[in-house]
């Protein structure tokens, strides 16, 4: 933008960048500026030159040589800025004395330094200059010296801006000007500089009075009339669009009020009560009240009055109660929503409206009468006038006298009454106040009587409620409120009804809320100390959203609810209990029961189910609703779609196709279940399937004696190089290192999940296997990253074969072990997976196991061995459950697919994950009858280690891409179809066959091990020779790792 | 001084990470660093060149707003890019970035291209921060990074001007949707008056075909 060349006006020698700070520069500079009083096409450059140069040297002089700012005053140096800027020298000129002036507000360090520029009015001056603000580069550097200005507005400096006497406040009243300015990063800036300036003004009556008096009702007025402009066309883009095609300018528009709310509410919380009242006052009686809330009722009614549509209103309002929660607003706000009658607003505004549409306490949205500039204008005008005479706020209603007729009296009646009341309401006259209140409390008591007598009683459909009231007092209805109930109602979608649910929501979180506002409706704040009674209408509502979520084809979706899920608890739940309704408990409880079927028909074991079980889970619990973020979505303002092309979060969409469907009903579930098990005052025992806290951490010290271990050299990507043993554990590889303090024991220096892992063989080396181990990823943004990415090498080929299995099989094994939990979450009869587990955990034998656990004791209290062992003990149970296979058959078929490709597999490698079974199956019997044998009860204490450690694993990419987990859940298949795998799994298969063959008893796993011995013969010379050139701490290991093998041999054959 | 398209960044970061100081380096190098003169800016903007196309750079800076959350919300909503700066001498303005971030995230649209810069890189016997720190939270959170030296100058154009090419290059693939300013984009002005005949079909060749790149 600027040229590049410097230094050309220092006297055109090269040196002067030396000296170039110094009075004696600024001196010389001076100089330029007395010959250059006119600005030229020929000495422009140099102008703008010498100005920027000037600047360098004032922020030099801050901060290093304070006589060149009295040099810069004596001369009065700032004249000729302003001197060359009413010259219209043209925009080049122009943006640099801006950025000038700029830099020097912006760096000036020294308080004394900055008195001496806002000296002498001259930056005032510079202000209300007319600069060409079509150039957006000009207004860009125009508003962001305001800003600058009014970042340094002190109770010091404050009156180099606002002059008493005349009543000017430059900075300000040209700032509000560019309120409505197209570009947005103006607009921006303009609020910033309101704010700073109302901040200050806490500590400046003189000031505050100005702003009040003199400003807030033309400044506020405007600003509420553009925030209702852009509701109006917020609503337009909503009822004309089709096809989802405006969501782009939707999203844009509802982020746009959102920035207004939020910014009203930056205002209301510096808490300036003179402004707040204006504020407040023009929000609801001219924008929230006539516009929001008024097009609640019926959309015929209200003539020619603008209106936008229930929806729209319902989401603008629950965006309101969310982020404004100053007191007296959202109080008048609810009262009337909640409480409020027609005939409170349209008969006031009628007249009103006739008396003048100017006033700020007139229940309409309409357009300011002036523009804001212009009643800046006429407000100066009078303020010279008259404001000696009463500087009051009050003042603004009678200065409008003039132009308005009369009743202004009946209106500053009604301010003042507002103003003794706190200005908590919003209202005209208390009269009709105190009647709506009585019926009010009429009204409360009936769903109590209702409660005493019977359940039909409670169901008493809205209408009959309404006509109920209607005996009691035929003209007090409350319609806004009735049309809130019956949203819930609809039985077609949840378009309305999520909305409705979130202005609950909304109202009761609201900090500034009065709880006896909402105690009317029986509406509990979340803090509320006790509660005896509920709303009943709500509930039941509620219930049935659940109800409805969990069929089949509902039309509910998952933020509906999930927010009836919140809302239902907040009614119900105490401190000292749930006060729910036995009858609503049941019918909860129907709900999560059909949730429970409605997941049961999808259970079908595919591979997939449990990636996204744990998935759903985990997306749930990590990211919880968050009612304001999702009142930031536009897309939920179109009706409820269930295409995923949209880009809707599938959380505020219907699913679409069958693996949606999946994740809905899993969720449906998960919901229910956690809201029934918080009713009846239930802990969860058996979500998550996996806890962080069961898993192996780095630094862990284990007892490994007689744990399968296997030495090999880690070489990290970068070249490090480590001796390690590789332990597998149920859910983990660990890579270990000796305790020097203990033999046998352990310091894990790695820990990683299995299936997390990917495993690939090294081309040229039978001894090495690549490694790595991705981090789940932290957010959707970033990729898993690899926490381990390194090449095992062994001691040999055979060892190198027995990890690949083992960490194969480890996957296959945990996956099958957390799907009888998720079988037993649904009810579903267990399928005996022994053979599973006895081949998958064959590598870790039971007395394997033991260590872990018991090392582990400390850190998890819950799980101890004897549980476990009770657990292992119950192997008996197992024939008992072959029923469960029926059911279970869909699901081993996926689970082993690989396999049958494996058939072609290498002898060699093959034999070698016999004899691993071999042992194991032997060994670790009791193992095997450990899952299949579980019933629900027995299961949850044994099971947590097992499963968590899988979750953790998903949590990587599932989460950040649930489309993701699909293909690569195919990764980890063609990951363990590796060739050297395969063989691995091939025994499984052989399994599973019998397994199903309703048989399965511990014995059938027997069958296996008559294949292990003979090939054990051929395994077993290359582990029994002394591995050649371990290191010396291998020697203490190969026992273990030949333990193992040898282990099985005796056992087995008999 | 037409252009094919206006980016809007902002700066975000802890106080005194010289974020001001990042923005006058890049806007206005007649400001040249000395050492005993620190001068920065709360705007500015730039003309550059990327695939042989005028692109202007408007640069806001944050700076003393982040009290009110409504201002904040805004600028994030309103840029195309952030560069989220931080001090390889201050490790706590390092710790901080999760938060910024976050906000960024939550704020921002989701195509904004956020550069992660680590500033002060002169200051290298002070250095608190590790190169391979920054480039992890990087990775990590799918930023690009890059260290600075607003003092030296180092790199402070390459932040800028990769930040721009991948916002240009979001462009090309259709991410950002150029008609609509909210996002921190604009079309020049010359472009701007075609639109105003052809509301979409004009404005989405000006934006779409390369070649014709030299006219503006």
Known sequence: MFGRSRSWVGGGHGKSSRNIHSLDHLKYLYNVL???????????????????????????????????????????????????????????????????????????????????????????????????????????????????????????????????????FALYTEAIKFFNHPESMVRIAVRTITLNVYKVSLDNQAMLHYIRDKTAVPYFSNLVWFIGSHVIELDNCVQTDEEHRNRGKLSDLVAEHLDHLHYLNDILIINCEFLNDVLTDHLLNRLFLPLYVCSLENQDKGGERPKISLPVSLYLLSQVFLIIHHAPLVNSLADVILNGDLSEIYAKTEQDVQRSCAKPSIRCFIKPTESLERSLEMNKHKGKRRVQKRPNYKNVGEEEDEDKG?????????????????????????????????????????????????????????????????????????????MVYHALDSPDDDYHALFVLCLLYAMSHNKGMDPAKLERIQLPVP?????????????????????????????????????????????????????????????????????????????????????????????????????EYLMMDASILLPPTGTPLTGIDFVKRLPCGDVEKTRRAIRVFFMLRSLSLQLRGEPETQLPLTREEDLIKTDDVLDLNNSDLIACTVITKDGGMVQRFLAVDIYQMSLVEPDVSRLGWGVVKFAGLLQDMQVTGVEDDSRALNIIIHKPASSPHSKPFPILQATFVFSDHIRCIIAKQRLAKGRIQARRMKMQRIAALLDLPIQPTTEVLGFGLGSASSSQHLPFRFYDQCRRGSSDPTVQRSVFAS??????????????????????????????????????????????????????????????????????????????????????????????????????????????QQPSISLLCEDTADTLSVESLTLVPPVDPHSLHTLLPPTGMPPPPAPAAEGTVTPDEEAAPSGPVGPTEP | MTYAYLFKYIIIGDTGVGKSCLLLQFTDKRFQPVHDLTIGVEFGARMVNIDGKQIKLQIWDTAGQESFRSITRSYYRGAAGALLVYDITRRETFNHLTSWLEDARQHSSSNMVIMLIGNKSDLESRRDVKREEGEAFAREHGLIFMETSAKTACNVEEA?????????????????????????????????????????????NSGDVESNSGCC
């Open chain 1, 34 to 168: 007395t010959k250059n009083t006119t600005v030229t096409e020929q000495n422009r450059n140099l102008l703008v030159e010498t100005i920027r140069s000037i600047t360098e040297i004032l922020i030099w002089g801050d901060q290093n040589d304070s006589s060149v700012f009295d040099f810069f005053l004596e001369k009065n140096m700032f004249v000729f800025f302003l001197n060359i800027l009413r010259q219209k020298s043209g925009r080049y000129v122009c943006v640099q004395l801006l950025q000038t002036l700029n830099i020097l507000f912006e760096n000036i360090s020294h308080e004394t330094s900055l008195y001496y520029l806002l000296s002498n009015n001259y930056v005032n001056s510079i202000i209300v200059h007319k600069f060409d603000f079509s150039d957006e580069e000009i207004m860009a550097y125009y508003i962001s010296f305001l800003k600058t200005l009014s970042l340094k507005l002190n109770n010091h400096t404050v009156h180099f801006f606002y002059n008493e006497h005349t009543n000017d």
């Open chain 1, 406 to 482: 009369p009743a202004e009296e009946a209106q500053e009646g009604a301010e003042k009454a507002k103003g003794t009341e706190g200005g908590s309401k919003g209202v005209k006259t208390s009269g009709e106040r105190e009647e709506i209140e009585m019926v009010i409390m009429e009204r409360s008591k009936l769903p109590e009587l209702a409660g005493g007598t019977s359940m039909q009683e409670q169901n008493t459909t809205d209408e009959e409620k309404s006509a109920a009231t209607g005996l009691e007092s035929v003209q007090w209805s409350r319609p806004f409120l009735d």
């Open chain 1, 527 to 627: 803090s509320a100390a006790e509660k005896t009674t509920y709303n009943h209408l709500l509930a039941e509502r509620l219930i049935r959203i659940m109800n409805n979520a969990a069929q089949p084809d509902g039309k509910i979706r998952l933020a509906t609810l999930e927010l009836s899920c919140l809302l239902l608890k907040q009614q119900v739940v105490t401190s000292t209990g749930c006060i729910i309704k036995d009858v609503h408990l049941a019918c909860l409880e129907g709900a999560r029961e059909e949730s429970v079927h409605l997941v049961r028909h999808f259970y079908k074991g595919e591979e997939i189910f449990l990636d996204m079980f744990e998935d759903e889970y985990r997306s749930m619990t990590m990211k919880p609703m968050n009612v």
């Open chain 1, 875 to 984: 192997v008996d149970k197992v024939p008992g459950f072959a029923v469960a296979q029926c059911i279970n058959q869909h699901s081993s078929p996926s689970v082993s697919s690989p396999s049958p490709s494996a058939s072609g597999s290498p002898s060699g490698s093959g034999s070698s994950s016999h004899c691993d079974s071999g042992g194991a199956s032997s060994s670790s019997t009791p193992s095997v009858a450990q899952s299949p044998s579980d019933d629900p009860m027995t299961m949850d204490q044994p099971q947590p280690n097992i499963p968590d450690q899988l979750v953790i694993v998903n949590e990587t990419d599932a989460d950040a891409r649930p489309s993701k987990s699909p293909a690569r859940s195919g990764d980890m298949e063609t990951v363990s179809l590796s060739p050297s795998l395969i063989p691995a």
């Open chain 2, 160 to 204: 800028f001007i990769n930040t721009a090419k991948e916002i240009y290059r979001k462009i090309q693939q259709g991410l950002f949707d150029v008609h609509n300013e909210a996002n921190g984009i604009k079309i020049g002005p010359q472009q701007c008056i075609s639109s105003s005949v052809g509301p979409s079909t004009s404005q989405r």
